[in-house]
């Protein structure tokens, strides 16, 4: 007889397929024991039953172990399930179901029945004297974890990861079994299964491998003022995160980043910023095993503020006995787009400023005063403002309307000529 194997993927469309395979059990000597199977294909296959790698003979046993053509079990057909009745040591083994098509044979995992004794001797069910303990690890380190079960009779001891053994059914150890795990990548539960006649019990270790946190989202602004920009994000990490560093700098200078540690929420305010000042922020996560990377940089502007401070070196040209020309710089802190500047000028500097009369500039740096009275001391000052509003008033500027001659810049303090 010739067969063939073929790959998982290239099965052909009906091969049979295990639905439901036999499980570990344990049962009293002289009980049934139900192992239960169910499997599909195109057509139906027929189910058969191997004990210890030989087939299960259900005929000359005097009715004792059958088959079932129909049960179910939640919900599930099962047309196979083996039946033993008046369990005895000898039905004690690793037991398969096998589904057999005109397409091929497919074969469940092996499963064992153990029968209990019923002896007059002091029997203690399986129990952890030593459990498996969680374990944090470094990626690509190793570790041994150790479970070891006592009681009467002393059970095996295996380890499984989710469905999977790990210990070898011909192998297994009474008593301790130690599972070696090395060059571990990812975390996972490895459980350990004790099992002896008088029962199953299982206990879980979790295996976390520790790494640095990734890089947070990128930071958004949700708020701005002045002097300060207030930034959400996202945290990047599905493990949580110690704390966050905020790390920020001015655009335009080649400075070191700034940083603001010890951030335990994923919204923060940066304050004390510069006004209407360009600036990068980005993120950076930390957890117990160090600082990840940062966040990709945002850019920022803080909103306008009135002017710091007055329009610098106020100065004055008189053009003629009737017309002054009066020149500024720019503040040295505008906090923003400079609007426009007023200019305000009085023959009586006694009086509130608002009373002075006034011209407003803008897109210059200077205005020309025509219709002075000659021979007379003129006050003079000048403000900027912003779009958010206006800033201090320059110190005052005294000039003298002369007739005749030349006329150079004549420069007054409040309190005399300089």
Known sequence: MYRTCFAEDQLPPGFPTIDMGPQLKVVERTRTATMLCAASGNPDPDISWFKDFLPVNTTNNNGRIKQLRSESFGGTPIRGALQIEHSEEPDQGKYECVATNNDGTR?????????????EVRRVPPRFSIPPTDNEIMPGGSVNITCVAVGSPMPYVKWMLGAEDLTPEDDMPIGRNVLELTDVRQSANYTCVAMSTLGVIEAVAQITVKALPKAPGTPVVTERTATSITLTWDSGNPEPVSYYIIQHKSKYLDD????IDGVATTRYSVGGLSPYS?????VVAVNN?????????????TAEQAPS?????????????????????????????IMGYRVYYT?????????????IVRGSNF????GLIPNKTYYIKVLAYTSVGDGPLSPELQIIAKTGGEFDFIFFSKCGSV
Do not use: C
């Open 107 to 119: 074969y469940s995992a092996p499963a064992n029945l153990y029968v209990r004794e019923l002896r």
């Open 256 to 259: 070191l980043y700034k940083e």
């Open 278 to 282: 360009d600036y990068e922020f980005r």
């Open 289 to 301: 095993i160090g600082r990840g990377p940062p966040s990709e940089i945002i850019e920022a502007k």
């Open 309 to 337: 401070t007055a329009p610098r070196q106020v100065r004055g040209h008189m053009m003629s006995a009737t017309t002054a020309v009066i020149q500024w710089d720019e503040p040295e802190e505008p906090n923003g787009q």
């Open 347 to 359: 023959m009586d500097s006694s009086q509130h400023v608002n009373l002075w009369e006034k011209q």
């Open 367 to 370: 205005v020309t005063i025509q």
